[in-house]
């Protein structure tokens, strides 16, 4: 059971790359979030999807895109790397959205956006 | 709107003291949930507790303990006697969807 996992650990992009962050979950949870970290800031929520095929916007969505076709998978597009994405990502997972279900995190993805 | 705050940014702390974390929230909800996660140097996210909005009881578990008071909107962590590895940055959040606080940093010398 490896819970919630992400790839890559760490990337190096250029500004206008595009790439993708891939999250898996092995928990069966229907309810999966991408956030981002940066100093100061603590974490802030991009998109989250409440089941197979279905995504929404959170907080800080510009400049990404996700989609759901997979129940354990979650993915993170950026289609235009900019230097203001450089951040720390996680993803998580909750069986549900309920209001007090328990996100469970990933280890994080380190991008640098030079 | 929801919001968390934690006004701690660093703490520093000498081995086998205690020492409390605040948390500050504001919520419209009158259900709810509040958390803390911790984030060793390793990066990762790891739940400590879920408390929601109706059982204020004070919970403790080993050397942590949270005081989780409505009337002041707060929802502090203490840890009795730390130790170095305690050193770590802890989040406070608050659902509905989970709004975090901007974390404080833990340092606890030996």
């Known amino acids: 059971n490896a819970g919630v996992t992400q790839t890559p650990k760490f990337r190096v992009l250029k500004t206008g790359q595009s790439m993708t962050l891939l999250c898996a979950q092995d928990?069966?949870?229907?309810?999966m979030y991408w956030y981002r970290q940066d100093p100061g800031m603590g974490l802030r929520l991009i998109h989250y999807s409440v089941g197979e095929g279905t995504t929404a916007k959170g907080e800080v969505p510009d400049g990404y895109n996700v989609s759901r076709l997979k129940k354990q998978n979650f993915l993170l597009g950026l289609e235009s790397a900019a230097p203001s994405q450089t951040s720390v990502y996680f993803c998580?997972?909750?069986?549900?959205?309920?209001?007090?279900?328990?996100?469970?995190f990933g280890p994080g993805t380190r991008l640098l956006v030079l | 709107a929801q919001k968390v705050t934690q006004a701690q940014t660093e703490i520093s702390v000498v081995e086998k003291e205690d020492v409390t974390l605040d948390c500050v929230y504001e919520?419209?909800?009158?259900?709810?949930?509040l958390f803390w996660y911790k984030q060793p140097p390793s990066g990762e996210l790891v739940f400590l507790i879920r408390r929601n909005s109706f059982d204020e009881q004070n919970e403790i578990s080993g050397r942590y303990s949270w005081n989780f008071q409505k009337s002041t909107s707060s929802f502090n962590f203490t840890i009795t006697a730390s130790q170095v590895v305690d050193s770590a940055v802890y989040f406070c959040?608050?659902?509905?969807?989970?709004?975090f606080g901007s974390g404080t940093q833990l340092t606890v010398l030996p």
């Open positions: 959040a608050l659902t509905r969807q989970l709004t």
């Open positions: 998580a997972s909750s069986y549900f959205a309920g209001v007090g279900e328990t996100q469970y």
């Open positions: 919520t419209r909800d009158t259900t709810y949930y």
């Open positions: 928990m069966n949870h229907e309810y």
